[in-house]
């Protein structure tokens, strides 16, 4: 059984990763920062932890990852503005980086961005500010020595998962449902050789168990 604490669980790919995980027979801790939060945690099968990655210290944070065996990290500012994105999606990541290592919690999964989402000025200027922040925050994962893996997938859709994906070093851009976003990152996750790579990830014709063999093969 894997004990995996979730940041960012209340949200669209936490909650599906929540009911996996917990299906297969494993333990999540689900931190969120609203009270209002707690029980879209509880009824997707975690337990829900308050926590912040603004007001929240690296000590504080490592306090609650204490004992678990990955993080998972999917938690944005999700357009409340840049300032936001800088704290949440940026030192926030760092924050809880730092966390892990103290913690003594070696895997680390974040949920990045495709680097060509949105190209082309469509998203302004705080989309711009977003993509960037994310870029500094793949960077600074990158750097420390955490068995870490990053997730860039395409545009996120609320469609059915199809189980099928296109997984690689680099892809051709596209969408991607959350539902197989959370299902690639659940066989990740219990592959213990998909370590210290950057995966983007978008819908395509490969069975995602096949795509993450074929990420370690490769």
Do not use: C, N
């Not at 801790?29 to 210290?57: C, F, K, N, W, Y």
């Not at 306090?63 to 409340?80: I, L, N, P, W």
């Not at 998962?161 to 596209?174: C, F, S, W």
Request: charged share 25%; glycine share 14%; net charge neutral.
């Amino acid at each position: 059984m894997m004990k995996v604490f979730q940041i960012g669980a209340a949200g669209g790919v936490g909650r599906r990763l929540t009911q996996l995980l917990t299906a297969r027979g494993d333990s999540v801790t689900g931190m969120h920062r609203a009270p209002t939060q707690r029980e879209t945690v509880r009824e997707a099968g975690g337990l829900p932890v308050i926590g912040d990655l603004i007001a929240d210290s690296v000590d504080e944070l490592a306090q609650k990852m204490r004992g678990h065996d990955a993080v998972v990290f999917s938690a944005g500012a999700h357009g409340t503005g840049m300032d936001k994105t800088t704290l949440i999606d940026g030192k926030g990541l760092q924050k809880a980086a730092g966390a892990a290592a103290l913690a003594g919690v070696p895997r680390f999964v974040l949920v990045s961005v495709f680097p060509d989402a949105l190209r082309g000025g469509q998203g302004g200027e705080g989309f711009e500010h977003y993509a960037k922040v994310k870029k500094s925050a793949d960077v600074y994962l990158a750097r420390t020595d955490l068995d870490w893996l990053i997730v860039r997938p395409g545009t996120l859709l609320d469609t059915p998962g199809a189980g099928r994906v296109t997984a690689g070093p680099a892809v051709e851009y596209g969408d991607v449902p959350r539902d197989d976003v959370a299902a690639f990152i659940d066989a990740a996750l219990h592959e213990p050789r998909l370590s210290r790579v950057i995966v983007e990830l978008t819908s395509g014709d490969t069975p995602i168990a096949d795509a993450v063999g074929r990420l370690v093969a490769a």
